[in-house]
């Protein structure tokens, strides 16, 4: 069974500052991976997605990074802001046909403090 | 908007009753899935549908839980007998065919339900 771990559970840290938050997975048999932000009592936003053949995936200030053989992912923030205040989650889809279901982990709770 | 749709936003429910919610996908996304979220816990996944199709159901699916997708386009969720362990947000996303868009999942805002 697919477990995705993130580390740590939260985060504070002054504006402006380049921080990296961590998500472990046990299979690494992915088909993609996927990083969302989360907004307290709301859905989830689509930050960013690797396919299992990519490396890196870029998005304005938002760096995500796939190592499937250590089954690891990071997600590194540029020069941080207050609006980047929210919880952050990964998730993955694993290889299989028919299986569509994303794994996701807890996630890291992020604050951002002016 | 064309965003994900779900309705209603907040379910507050007694005990034994049964609710219903709606989710209306992206309107040209054929793939439709429901999760549930308790506090603290990340989505975990319930079904999956492909247009009118139910291919994938979770073993957190009890039998007091059944989804619809009638037409392929808007699905419905009903949990009949409420408890209060169903307390949680549900959750609806969609995702394009096979061979576009890179099975990229896009979320509604969820649905929170609250049973007394």
């Known amino acids: 069974k697919q477990e995705v771990t993130q580390i740590p559970a939260a985060l504070s840290v002054p504006e402006g500052e380049n921080l990296v938050l961590n998500c472990s997975f046990t299979d690494s048999a992915i088909y993609n991976l996927q990083w969302f932000r989360q907004d307290p009592g709301k859905g989830l936003t689509s930050l960013l997605l690797?396919?299992?053949s990519q490396r890196e995936q870029t998005s304005g200030r938002l760096n995500a990074s796939l190592d499937k053989s250590s089954g690891r992912s990071t997600l590194y923030i540029a020069a941080s802001q207050p609006g980047d205040s929210a919880t952050y989650l990964c998730?993955?889809?694993?290889w299989g046909a028919g299986s569509y279901q994303l794994t996701f982990g807890k996630g890291t709770k992020l604050s951002v403090i002016p | 908007d064309t965003g994900v749709s779900q309705d209603p936003r907040h379910k507050i429910t007694k005990r034994g009753q049964n609710v219903t919610f709606r989710c209306d996908p992206i309107?040209?996304?054929?793939?439709l899935y429901w999760y549930r979220q308790t506090l603290g816990q990340g989505p975990e996944f319930l079904t999956y549908?492909?247009?009118?199709?139910?291919?994938?159901k979770s073993r957190l699916l009890s039998d007091r839980f059944s989804a619809e997708r009638p037409k392929g386009s808007f699905s419905t969720l009903e949990i009949q007998r409420t408890e209060q362990g169903d307390s949680a947000m549900y959750l609806c996303?969609?995702?394009?065919?096979?061979?576009?868009?890179?099975?990229?999942?896009?979320f509604g805002p969820g649905t929170r339900l609250t049973v007394l």
């Open positions: 998730a993955v889809r694993l």
């Open positions: 690797i396919q299992s």
């Open positions: 996303a969609s995702s394009l065919p096979r061979g576009q868009g890179d099975h990229e999942q896009f």
């Open positions: 549908f492909q247009n009118e199709a139910q291919l994938e």
């Open positions: 309107s040209e996304h054929n793939r």
